[in-house]
């Protein structure tokens, strides 16, 4: 079974411009989430997609948008960067988790490294 | 008063020792509890997931939770230096749907 996958690797961008980061659920899974992992701040929790729609969202300024698309992937738009966008930024997918009776726990990818200059 | 607390590290034991990983927690309505290992340049690969108090075995894993404390653990067992990577604790609510994670503790296995 192939995990999640996410693309590129590594990105590196200057500040003011923007970045997009992709991501491939495994298969099955319909949720989707983001997340940054900034140096010394542990995981922080950007954005859910379930079902082509956002569900939730963490405490990141709306330059933080995404969308999932009808085969479930995902992408993360982050516009006008700024130097302390630069993270690993994690995806992760998952059943449906945290409704009805199943919560299931999270699956991640090796993430996409950016960094602003 | 944060959700979850756990000790960074970094902790260093020699191989082929039990290891004991720990995170506390304040609001006792988590109910669902997770350890994932991250190594360096990868995204973090989930161990253990368990439901309420109770212990769980994998292997060399097991995963201790005592709600009434509300504290959890990750004991490792003959460990080996591949197990050198950072733990995370992950804490989840029923009907919930935000993970919230520890900062991760670093764990370094001497040969």
């Known amino acids: 079974e192939a995990g999640v996958t996410q693309s590129p690797t590594h990105l590196i961008k200057t500040r003011g411009q923007q970045a997009t980061l992709r991501c491939s659920p495994i298969s099955g899974h319909t949720s989707v989430y983001w997340y940054q992992q900034a140096l010394g701040l542990g995981l922080q929790f950007l954005l859910w997609y379930d079902e082509g729609e956002e569900r939730n969202r963490g405490n990141f300024p709306p330059r933080f948008s995404g969308r999932q698309f009808p085969n479930y992937s995902s992408e993360l738009n982050v516009n006008a960067l700024e130097l302390e966008d630069s993270a690993l930024y994690l995806c992760?997918?998952?059943?449906?988790?945290?409704?009805?009776?199943?919560?299931?726990?999270?699956?991640f990818g090796d993430g996409t490294r950016l960094s602003i200059l | 008063q944060k959700e979850v607390e756990q000790d960074p590290g970094p902790l260093s034991v020699p191989e082929g020792a039990i290891v004991s990983l720990n995170c506390t927690y304040s609001n006792s309505a988590f109910q669902y509890f997770m350890w994932y290992r991250q190594y360096s340049r990868k995204g973090p690969e989930l161990l253990m997931y368990t439901y309420s108090s109770g212990n769980k075995e994998d292997g060399r894993f097991t995963a201790q939770v005592d709600k009434s404390s509300k504290y959890i653990s990750l004991f490792i067992r003959d460990s080996q230096p591949s197990d050198s990577a950072t733990y995370l604790c992950?804490?989840?609510?029923?009907?919930?749907?935000?993970?919230?994670f520890g900062k991760g503790t670093r764990l370094h296995i001497l040969p």
């Open positions: 992760a997918s998952s059943l449906l988790l945290g409704t009805g009776n199943s919560n299931q726990p999270q699956h």
């Open positions: 992950a804490l989840l609510k029923a009907r919930d749907d935000k993970i919230i």
